[in-house]
C-alpha cells in the first residue's frame, strides 16, 4: 500500500476508530453495574464495535465487504459468509457521533437541498468526502421512498465510489403471491451480484441453516413483545425494540448469537412481569412512538419523559411488526418468503412503500395490545410519506379512543426543532389530553 492508499484508508477509517473509542467508554461505564440489564446492554453495544471492527479489518486487509440495507434479506449475507455493513450506520448512531452537526452543515455546503431528508444527505456527504471504506459492491435500495432512489444514483456516479458496482433489486408495489414470486427472483439476481463482487457462492443447505436460526430469532422477538405488553412495561427505553431489530436484522441475522441474547432478554422480562416489576419509575402513560426511536434523542428527551410525565414509550415502529416464519422447505419457499418479509414486513419499509393502510392497520393493532395511552408521531422532515398520512392518522386515532400528537422535526439533526420546543409540544399535548392530569 502506497503512502497515498495508506492517508485515504486512515480519512475513511478516522470516523469509525472514534465511535468505536466512545462506545468502549459507554460499555466500561456499563462495566461497572452488576446488574443483568446493563449485561444485555453491555453486549449490544460490543456487538456494534465488533461490526466497526469487522469492517476495518476488511478495509485494512483489502478482505471484500458488501454496502447493503436491513431491507436486503441480510440472512443471505449470513448464509454466503460475506461481511456486510450498513455505511448510514454512523447518523443512527449519532449518540455515539460528535460530527453530526457540522457534517449535517457540510451537506449543504455540497449543494444538497435542506428538504432532502438529513441521513441521505449525510450518506452522499460520507462517500463524496471519502469519509467511508469503499465496498465490493453496494446493493442499493429502491424502495421505499423516492430519495433512496436519488441518492443512490448520487452515488453510484460520485468521484469516490464511481468504480463501485451497484445493484437494486425491482419492488414491485403490491403485496400478493405475483410480488413475491417476482421480487424472489430479483433476490436471486442479488445472490448472483454478490458472488460476482465478492467471489463467494451460496449453499442452499447452509441458507436453509440459516432460515431455521432466523425463525428462532423472531420467535423469540415475539415472545418477548408478548411481555411488554405486560402493565407495567418490564422494560424502560434503555432495553427494547431498537435493540431487538437492531441484533435480528442488522448484527447478527439468522446468528446464534442473536438467539442466545433474546433468550436472556426473554428470561429478564419474565422475571419483571411475573413480579409486576417495570424499570420506567411510576409509568403513568404508556406511548406508541411511531417511527423510529429516538435514538440520536435518547439522553435528551427519554430520561425527561420518564421522570417529569411517567412515560414509557412501550412500543415503536421498528419493534413491531406482523413478521412470519420462513418457510425452508425449498429453495423456492425460503427465497419467495425473504423477499415478502423484506417488502411488507421490515418497519419503515413496510410502512412506507405502499398504501396508507399500513400507517392505520398497525396504529390500531399496537394501540389495542399494548394498552397505549397515546401515539406521537415525531414527523421526521424526511419522512414525507408518513407527514403526508398525518391526517388520516389522527382520524383512526380518534376512530380508536387514543390522543394523537405530531410533533415536526428531525431524527438526525436536533437543530431542526429545538429540544425544549420538543418538550413544550409533548407537555402541552399530556396537559390538554388529560394524560397529565396526575402530574
Known amino acids: 500500500m502506497s503512502k497515498v492508499e495508506k492517508a485515504r484508508l486512515d480519512k475513511q477509517l478516522e470516523r469509525l476508530k472514534g465511535d468505536k473509542a466512545l462506545l468502549q467508554g459507554l460499555v466500561d461505564m ?6 443483568e440489564e446493563a449485561d444485555i446492554n453491555r453486549f449490544v453495544l460490543k456487538t456494534v464495535m465488533d461490526k466497526y471492527d469487522e469492517i476495518m479489518n476488511c478495509a485494512e486487509n483489502d478482505i471484500p465487504f458488501m ?3 436491513f431491507a436486503n434479506c441480510p440472512e443471505i449475507f449470513t448464509a454466503m459468509d460475506v461481511p456486510w455493513w450498513i455505511f448510514l450506520q454512523t447518523p443512527f448512531l449519532g449518540v455515539s457521533s460528535p460530527f453530526l452537526a457540522s457534517d449535517t452543515d457540510e451537506t449543504e455546503k455540497m449543494g444538497l437541498a ?8 449525510l450518506a452522499m456527504f460520507y462517500v463524496a468526502k471519502d469519509l467511508t471504506p469503499k465496498p465490493a459492491g453496494l446493493i442499493a435500495l429502491l424502495h421505499p421512498c423516492d430519495g433512496t432512489v436519488i441518492i443512490h444514483q448520487a452515488i453510484a456516479k460520485s468521484k469516490a465510489w464511481h468504480d463501485v458496482p451497484v445493484f437494486g433489486a425491482d419492488s414491485p408495489y403490491w403485496e400478493d403471491e405475483r410480488t ?4 424472489a427472483e430479483e433476490t436471486k439476481r442479488m445472490v448472483d451480484f454478490v458472488t460476482q463482487c465478492t467471489g463467494k457462492k451460496l449453499d442452499i443447505d447452509r441458507l436453509r441453516e440459516v432460515c431455521k436460526i432466523s425463525n428462532q430469532i423472531y420467535q423469540l422477538w415475539a415472545d418477548y413483545n408478548e411481555l411488554r405488553k405486560a402493565v407495567p412495561c418490564p422494560h424502560d427505553w434503555t432495553i427494547g425494540p431498537p435493540q431487538c431489530f437492531a441484533l435480528a436484522c442488522y448484527y447478527y441475522p439468522g446468528k446464534i448469537e442473536a438467539v442466545d441474547w433474546f433468550k436472556k432478554v426473554v428470561a429478564n422480562a419474565e422475571k419483571r412481569v411475573k413480579a409486576k416489576q417495570g424499570m420506567a419509575a411510576g409509568e403513568r402513560i404508556r406511548v406508541l412512538w411511531f417511527d423510529i426511536l429516538p435514538i440520536l434523542w435518547q439522553f435528551d428527551i427519554s430520561p425527561w419523559l420518564e421522570q417529569e410525565w411517567g412515560v414509557n414509550i412501550v412500543m415503536n415502529m421498528f419493534g413491531y411488526t406482523p413478521y412470519e416464519p420462513i418457510d425452508t422447505k425449498n429453495e423456492y419457499t425460503m427465497f419467495r418468503d425473504l423477499a415478502k418479509r423484506s417488502l411488507t ?9 405502499g398504501v396508507a393502510d399500513n400507517f392505520l392497520a398497525d396504529i390500531e393493532r399496537i394501540v389495542k395490545d399494548y394498552k397505549i395511552d397515546c401515539v406521537i408521531w415525531p414527523g421526521h422532515m424526511g419522512h414525507k410519506d408518513g407527514n403526508a398520512s398525518i391526517g388520516m392518522m389522527r382520524e383512526k386515532c380518534r376512530e380508536i379512543g387514543v390522543p394523537f400528537l405530531s410533533i415536526g422535526l428531525d431524527l438526525f ?5 429545538a429540544i425544549d420546543v420538543v418538550k413544550d409540544r409533548i407537555s402541552k399535548f399530556f396537559q390538554a389530553s388529560g394524560l397529565g392530569q396526575n402530574k
Open 180 to 183: 413475491y414470486k417476482y421480487y
Open 345 to 353: 414486513q421490515v418497519p419503515m419499509i413496510r410502512q412506507a412503500r
Open 413 to 417: 439533526d436536533k437543530r431542526y426543532t
Open 67 to 69: 454496502a447493503a440495507y
Open 114 to 121: 435542506t428538504e432532502f431528508c438529513t441521513v441521505l444527505r
Open 30 to 35: 456499563l462495566g461497572m453495574d452488576p446488574s
